[in-house]
């Protein structure tokens, strides 16, 4: 039986992408060769990257906006370390918000590379809320943010108004509700979250942005050469590009973001007004800043783990457990998961209720 994968990354993704993603490790395209076993340069898999870099801009409503999109390696963290050498000046300075593990890992990066101010932080707090109220240098060269923190399970409702260009990690909410995405320069996504496969990330960056450092790239490295080759500057990593290409086709053929986004409030309602509601439960993030993708919550009392992690298993729920440095619960909501594994949770949960009083 198929589980309700509440997994953090890598997740959940619509079974029709399984299929027909198995299909092609078997057969792509009807063509006699599996798409492990074809060259990246043939016409079939050329023409599966470009699609896929086009409706990546077209989900975003970025076409001819002066947005490229590329699909590269080395997961989302690799960018963390591409954003400075592309973009941060000589002499330069670069400004990042510090909502989480994994832009504090952002951070450090950047630091290694040039001076880099921290806006605001809410390490203080283990990252329970998004800072507010911050100012960012006119100066800087870019402002780095992450939009939805995985591990903490905040996100950012209202971007700041800013006239530096603004750099995105939007890994755990890419594609998850519509935003006025012509406001970043760069938005970057490891797949694994909510558009594919581990292996392969989405960045999508505004070309004017770019060859103005006045320091050498290494090539690997240099957004300039992947654009110029197409995304394909060395072998794409072939069967994760497919595989996100197939989720954005599902996507588009549900009604696109603002679909989505639908349904991802429904879902969120849904489980957050039980954590509310339940007196056993109580939520880990602040209400004002709780992520529509990654619930995070704690039972009042842990005594009660042992019987309700044994209550979810049984229901056929996966993947719950918070992660180590939040404890409790987290409930990842991404676009494939469908409603009817939310109320499967939340009848886990007021089936506790009663079995405790
Ligand atoms: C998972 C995650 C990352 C790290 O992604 P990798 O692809 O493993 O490098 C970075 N940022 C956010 C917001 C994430 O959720």
Redesign the pocket.
């Known amino acids: 039986m198929k589980k309700h994968n509440y997994s ?2 890598p997740c959940i993704l619509p079974q029709e992408v399984f299929e027909k993603a198995s299909q092609a490790v078997l057969n792509f395209n009807n063509s006699g060769l599996s798409i492990l076993e074809i060259s990246h340069r043939s016409k079939d898999f050329v023409a599966v990257m470009e699609e896929a870099r086009t409706l990546a801009l077209e989900l975003l409503g970025l076409e001819n906006k002066g947005y490229q999109a590329l699909f590269l390696q ?7 370390l591409r954003i400075p050498f592309n973009l941060l000046k000589e002499n330069g300075k670069a400004s990042y918000l510090d909502s ?4 504090s ?2 951070i450090k990066e950047a630091k290694a590379f040039g001076e880099t101010v921290v806006v605001a932080s809410s390490k203080e707090e283990n990252y329970n809320h998004i800072p507010k109220n911050f100012e960012i240098p006119t100066d800087a060269d870019y402002f780095h943010c ?6 903490f399970g905040t996100q950012i409702k209202s971007l700041p108004e800013t006239n530096v260009p603004v750099v995105c ?5 890419i594609f998850s509700r519509q935003l006025d995405f012509s406001k970043f320069d760069l938005i970057y ?5 909510n558009m594919g496969p ?1 292996g392969v ?1 989405l960045v999508v960056v505004k070309e004017e942005l770019l060859g103005k450092t006045g320091r050498a790239i290494p090539s690997i490295l240099d957004y300039e050469k992947h654009i110029k080759a197409e995304s394909m500057y060395n072998t794409p990593p072939v069967f994760a590009v497919y595989t996100s290409l197939l989720t954005m086709q599902w996507l588009k053929n549900l009604g696109g973001i603002s679909a989505i986004e639908k349904i991802n409030n429904t879902k969120a309602e849904l489980l957050y007004a039980e954590i509310d509601r339940n007196p056993l439960f109580k939520g880990s993030a602040s209400i004002e800043d709780r992520s529509n993708m990654n619930a995070t919550f704690l039972l009042n009392d842990a005594s009660h783990a042992e019987t309700f992690d044994k209550m979810w298993k049984e229901a056929g729920i996966s993947g719950l457990p918070g992660h180590r440095s939040v404890g409790g619960y987290r409930a990842s909501m991404y676009n494939a998961l469908p409603l009817e594994s939310v109320q499967v949770l939340v009848d886990v949960m007021k089936e506790l209720e009663v079995t405790i009083s």
């Not at 992450?146 to 591990?151: A, P, Q, V, W």
């Not at 990690?169 to 909410?173: G, I, L, P």
């Open positions: 953090a990354g080395g997961g989302a963290s690799m960018e963390f989480g593990t994994w832009a890992g952002a992450t939009s939805n923190n995985t591990i990690d939007m890994s755990s909410d996504a490891g797949a694994q979250k581990a990330t």
